[in-house]
């Protein structure tokens, strides 16, 4: 009895270790490679960088030495990234952590998927399958991956840009889309166009110009202000009746114009997800003072750090060694787009 408990006790005290270095893993990967790759700009993979692993001053300082010597005298927790690092225990800053609704709301990045996708073969890049996004989904997304092989269904997405988030980008498959019996509205048709601003409204999510003003952000004057693009500056005058105040959220984060460089989405929406990204991390124990071998045991702190995306995809799929040769070193960038080594991945050195 005593024997059967203890052996009980072992295996869930495993199955909870593995589910820690699982969740740690998928945190570094969202934070060290999807981030970068939707924001690919040095000072933002800095950033990213700092959250993880922390950043050196002579990183900051672009190999300035004098400047990075009074960096760490002035900042001297400069170099610690929130897991595991001594002086950085959980951090509530007052406030119980939650996924904030205006996080959410800078989520409905709904404008980069596309309508369609083409099957491309791993081994010849010859189409296999050609797909509308409305026959992929919900009750039918399981009949994709009987129809291909992982291999080839891994590729073609490795390899498919997404859809800008920009305005007149909505994926037409989701402006009248059959929602399954499932879903918590029922069997129906919706717009998810119109649920995407109307959710935000019934919310509470700040307009766009209150929303930059509570992040300390500029507010826009003008409509030219949002936009470069005069065409949209002139309908969104119109849609709003001639009130930038009243501009919601997602469309000013849709229209903004110039975004900075190498930017996938809005600078304010950037905002939010940097805030984000580093709060839910250092709001959690076990990124912060329970971010130890005592809980993750050595090798599992040793293997979150060895293991990147591309790692575990060659972990589980070998045959896409061809596919992912050295130079690709962030799989969330098209994969054939990288076509020499950055020795700036994950984050720039200088
Ligand atoms: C085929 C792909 C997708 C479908 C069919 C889909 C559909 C939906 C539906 C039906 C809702 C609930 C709408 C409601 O409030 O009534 C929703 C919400 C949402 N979707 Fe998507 N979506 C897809 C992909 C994505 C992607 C790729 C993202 C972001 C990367 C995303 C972000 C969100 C967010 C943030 C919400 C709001 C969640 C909440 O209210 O808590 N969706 N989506």
Known sequence: MLKERNQLGMIKKLYNTARLIIAAVIAKIRTLEWTTAILQNDVVKLGLKSNWYGVTPIEIARGNATLAAWLSQRFPQLSNGIPG?????????????SLTQDFIAAYRLHPLL??????????TDELVNRYNMKDTIFEKAESVFEENSMEDLLYTFGNDYPGAMTLHNYPNFLRNIDLPTTSPH???KVDMATIDILRDRERGIP????????FHLTPIKTFEDLT??????????HMYNNDVEMIDFLIGSLAESPLP???????TFFRIFSFMARRRMETDRFFTDDYTSEYYTQWGLDYIDASYMKDILLRHYPSLASQLQPNVTNVFIPWKSQTSL?????????
């Open 228 to 237: 470069t693009n005069p065409t949209h500056a002139e309908e969104l005058r």
């Open 207 to 214: 307009r766009y110009n209150a929303f930059r003003r509570l």
């Open 342 to 350: 950055d020795i700036n991945f994950p984050y720039p050195l200088y």
């Open 186 to 188: 029922g069997k129906g």
């Open 261 to 267: 460089e190498g930017f996938g989405f809005s600078d």
């Open 85 to 97: 690092s001594i002086g950085n225990p959980k951090n509530i800053r007052g406030v119980p952590y």
């Open 114 to 123: 596309p309508d369609e996708f083409e099957v491309r073969s791993h081994q």
